[in-house]
């Protein structure tokens, strides 16, 4: 049995196409990403998925049971942290923990047991008579996912976990998260870090204007775009608009900068090794360092999406927003 | 069936029970909780020559029908506003019963609210109420009819404000002619059907025959089921505003 079995799922909103007729499975054990830019669904398929929105048509299995037809049955068994849920700040860690148990009917001793070992592994036991309100976004995101945990579920799903997290939260996350899949529970992630989707993710969805548009594994959606080759140089010196003369070279296809250095993508890696070396000749450049590179999962996305390194930007951005905006909470 | 009924119950009964914690103990409520009738009262009162007694029915009436349907109002839009309404959304609980949950809550506040400012006064006064029992009765079907109301305005606002308006512009015509102020006899007849059909009209008719025998108990027992159906109304409605907000 797939942990996850969706099958011509479409969202309207009103006229709006938010989510255009995709199918996919997760295997059981499977992590399993869908990444995105801004807007492109990922949060709506997450909604129809965890039973918060119905579909307007087709159709979902989630652990074996149809979430259009009993929306409860799965939440009991599955966890949801999703982007926008935030646990109680006005109960402490420990209430919100006992709240979230109590709607999942678990027994007193056991609830204390699961509670107690989700704060201890999530390092918050110690803070577990505070109120929420005064933990930071980090903080409450740990409490978030021990609410989604509390009841041992086979199958988490998680909407942006680490949207505008500090380093050290976001990566205790991840590591978590890594830990809690190698033990055996399924887990489903819509993220816009391209990166975050790399490390962790088995395999990943690359969503569309509301479209699956691939799905693979990392390396294999990686391996497809390897054909297009990536040097990485960097000059002694900065002259204007370096990268527009770059981008004019004949087996050049795009440049991108990227601080002091120029990523450049061609299909003829000898040729632009030799016309880098005759720009540098010309202009009166020194190169400190040139390198070759494997295309990164950005690319990959880059490719798929037609975003364009200004889009990325953005999008970590708002991630940065987000982050700002939390820290002013 | 009858074992999901029971651990649904239980499930609004936690739903209850945190908002009762979270909000009803916290001091803005409780300062609401005490002065809200109090000037409730004195608004009724004042200037119009009436005794504690004959006052008492409005008050009861007006507190019990102000206090549970707003307090609702409030908890909910405030949840979602800081984002824990989704948190209980990914609960194993259903709509209906997430909306039981908030009545319940609010239904105790309104109770609460309702029973010590009218038992003081009738205590202070010398007031012999009819029927104590049919009173405890009246209040508590009124706060749960009046709480389903609040529920369904809350239903699908986002910020306080935006069910607060509707709200008052429902509740505050409601006021004027449903027997509080005037004798319903006494107001043009189309306004007599429609003040049969507003529910604070049944509230304030069974709390004159608890609190002065005014009445019989026919009327009585057709205002409580008129309450019971007020409130299940209510409350599916709330429930499919509620999932129709989700979209």
Same mark, same amino acid.
């Given at each position: ?85 935030n646990p109680y700040p006005e109960m402490?860690?420990?209430d919100n923990?006992?709240f ?32 929420v ?197 | ?17 945190k908002?009762?914690?979270i ?59 800081k984002?824990t309404?989704?948190t %209980?959304? +990914?609960? !194993?609980?259903? *709509? $209906?019963?997430? =909306?039981?949950?908030?009545? &319940? /809550? #609010?239904?105790?506040? @309104? ?16 007031? %012999?109420? +009819?029927? !104590?029992?049919? *009173? $405890?009765?009246? =209040?508590?079907?009124?706060? &749960? /009819? #009046?709480?389903?109301? @609040? ?32 004798? &319903?006899? #006494? ?61």
């Amino acid at each position: 049995m797939n942990a996850i079995k969706a099958e011509n799922l479409t969202k309207y909103y009103g006229n709006f196409l938010a989510v255009n007729n995709i199918s996919f499975e997760v295997r059981q054990g499977e992590f399993f990403g869908l990444l995105g830019p801004n807007g492109a669904g990922k949060t709506t398929t997450i909604r129809m998925l965890t039973g918060l929105l119905k579909p307007t048509s087709g159709t979902a299995h989630v652990m074996g049971i149809d979430v259009v037809k009993n929306p409860v049955d799965v939440k009991a068994q599955i966890g949801v942290v999703s982007e926008t849920a935030n646990p109680y700040p006005e109960m402490t860690a420990w209430d919100n923990l006992m709240f979230a148990a109590s709607l999942h009917d678990i027994q007193k001793k056991e609830r204390k047991e699961q509670a107690e070992n989700l704060l201890k592994l999530l390092g918050i036991y110690n803070r577990r008579n505070e109120k929420v309100e005064n933990f930071s976004k980090g903080l409450r995101k740990r409490v978030a996912i021990a609410m989604a945990l509390i009841h041992d579920p086979s199958l988490l799903f998680l909407d942006e976990p680490t949207a505008g997290l500090d380093v050290q939260s976001a990566r205790m996350i991840r590591e978590f998260l890594r830990r809690l899949n190698e033990r055996g529970t399924t887990i489903f992630l819509t993220t816009h870090y391209i990166e975050e989707a790399d490390m962790l993710c088995d395999r990943i969805a690359i969503i569309k204007n509301g479209k699956i548009i691939a799905l693979d594994s990392p390396e294999n959606l990686k391996s497809a775009k390897r054909r297009e080759k990536v040097i990485e140089v960097s000059f002694d010196r900065y002259v204007a608009d370096v990268e527009k003369s770059i981008a004019k070279l004949s087996t050049v296809s795009r440049v991108k900068k990227r601080g002091d250095k120029i990523r450049i993508y061609t299909s003829n890696f000898p040729k632009t090794i030799q016309e880098i070396s005759r720009f540098a000749e010309e202009n009166d450049l020194e190169i400190v360092s040139i390198n070759t590179l494997t295309p990164t999962l950005e690319d990959v996305f880059v490719q798929l999406t037609g975003l364009s390194s200004l889009d990325i930007e953005r999008m970590e951005q708002i991630g940065r927003l987000r982050k700002l905006r939390a820290r002013g909470k | 069936m009858r074992k999901n009924t029971v651990k649904n119950l239980r499930k609004a009964a936690y739903i209850a029970w945190k908002d009762v914690r979270i909000y009803y103990f916290s001091t803005p409520t409780v300062m609401m909780g005490l002065l809200f009738p109090v000037l409730m009262f004195l608004t009724f009162w004042i200037g119009r020559g009436l005794s504690v007694s004959e006052a008492l029915p409005g008050l009861a009436a007006l507190t019990v029908f102000f206090g549970s349907s707003s307090i609702g109002v409030t908890t909910l839009a405030l949840e979602r506003t800081k984002g824990t309404f989704d948190t %209980q959304l +990914a609960m !194993p609980v259903s *709509l $209906l019963t997430i =909306i039981l949950g908030k009545t &319940i /809550a #609010s239904f105790l506040y @309104g109770l609460t609210i309702t029973i010590i400012p009218v038992g003081i006064l009738a205590v202070v006064s010398h007031h %012999q109420v +009819a029927s !104590p029992l049919l *009173l $405890l009765i009246s =209040i508590a079907f009124s706060a &749960i /009819a #009046s709480a389903g109301l @609040g529920m369904i305005l809350s239903a699908s606002a986002k910020h306080v404000h935006e069910a607060m308006t509707p709200l008052n512009i429902i509740r505050i015509p409601m006021m004027f002619i449903s027997g509080i102020f005037a004798p &319903i006899t #006494s107001l043009p007849a189309i306004l007599q059907y429609i003040a049969y059909i507003m529910p604070l009209t049944h509230m304030v008719s069974s709390l004159q025959y608890a609190l002065l025998g005014l009445g019989n108990i026919q009327i009585f027992l057709i205002n409580m089921g008129a309450l019971v159906l007020y409130t299940m109304l209510f409350m599916i409605i709330a429930a499919k505003r509620l999932e129709n907000s989700l979209e």
